[in-house]
């Protein structure tokens, strides 16, 4: 972490989530290919839309703060994506139904992953006073927990 200011972090966080949301967006569709139920698939595809509109909120953001969005390398969800990915590797072996119940279970971890770091985002937005990106921020972790 090389932040020295709560705005600091703040940026450095917003990069982070920035990063994740783009990995979600070349997992998705994997996850929905790999789902043996119509209703996950759908699910995993409407997610995708909405994390695609995650992505570009954070790039207002980035705009309102008068930058280019830039990624740093979320760790986090790189190594929830691998778990996932994991899965996908051993779908042979196993039954539909379970496949999709540990896709699923794969998915609510990156759910909450997502809510802990939009609510601690929005709470530094609000902090420092970014009060329409706080609004954005708020509208994703919103979705984030239908």
């Known amino acids: 972490m090389k932040a020295n200011s709560l705005r600091e972090l703040y940026v450095e966080q917003l990069k982070d989530l920035y990063d994740a949301e783009?990995?979600?967006i070349k997992a998705l569709p994997k996850l929905a290919e790999a789902s043996s139920?119509?209703?996950?698939?759908?699910?995993?595809?409407?997610?995708?839309?909405k994390t695609k509109q995650h992505a570009q909120?954070?790039?207002?953001?980035?705009?309102?703060?008068?930058?280019?969005?830039?990624?740093?390398?979320?760790k986090g969800m790189e190594g929830l994506v691998k778990?996932?990915?994991?899965?996908l590797k051993e779908e042979d072996d196993i039954d539909g139904e379970v496949k999709d119940a540990a896709l699923i279970a794969a998915a609510q971890r990156?759910?909450?992953?997502?809510i802990a770091g939009y609510g601690t985002v929005r709470t530094?937005?609000?902090?420092?006073?970014?009060?329409?990106?706080?609004?954005?921020?708020?509208?994703?972790?919103?979705?984030?927990?239908?």
């Open 22 to 24: 783009h990995q979600l």
């Open 37 to 49: 139920s119509d209703e996950l698939r759908n699910a995993f595809e409407e997610h995708l839309d």
């Open 57 to 74: 909120r954070i790039e207002q953001i980035f705009e309102g703060m008068g930058q280019k969005a830039k990624t740093q390398k979320c």
């Open 83 to 87: 778990e996932g990915s994991e899965i």
């Open 110 to 114: 990156v759910e909450h992953y997502e």
């Open 124 to 146: 530094y937005a609000n902090l420092l006073g970014e009060n329409e990106a706080a609004n954005l921020l708020q509208q994703t972790l919103d979705e984030e927990k239908e």
